[in-house]
């Protein structure tokens, strides 16, 4: 599940590194956006929601985060409705 969500956001331009054990991979948000702001794009553009880092506190403010603990149909289908919206 993290490679799935690591490789489809690489391809759609998010530097992300992936995480090594936690079930949240935590992405930085591209230049000229806040996390909310992000995030309110994502859920137009394609109809996924990903949270806003800065729901999380201070810190959290410029990364969105996804989790990783959702069966892997509904994770694959949401990766392939990032790619397809927001790939370019």
């Known amino acids: 599940r993290r ?6 956001l690489q ?5 992300v590194t992936a995480p ?4 949240y991979v935590w992405a930085p948000v591209p230049e ?5 702001s992000y995030c309110e794009l994502v859920l137009e553009e394609s109809g ?3 949270s806003p880092g800065g ?3 201070p810190n959290g403010e410029g990364f969105f ?3 990783l603990t959702i069966d892997d ?7 392939e409705r990032l790619r397809s919206s927001l790939g370019g």
Not at 3 to 8: I, N, Q, S, W, Y
Not at 20 to 23: A, E, N, P, R, V
């Open 65 to 67: 985060r996804i989790s």
């Open 48 to 50: 996924v929601v990903v």
């Open 32 to 36: 000229g956006h806040t996390s909310a």
């Open 73 to 79: 149909d509904r994770l694959s289908e949401a990766m």
């Open 11 to 15: 391809e759609i331009g998010v530097d």
């Open 20 to 23: 090594k054990g936690t079930i």
């Open 55 to 57: 729901s999380y506190g």
């Open 3 to 8: 490679d799935l969500v690591v490789g489809a």
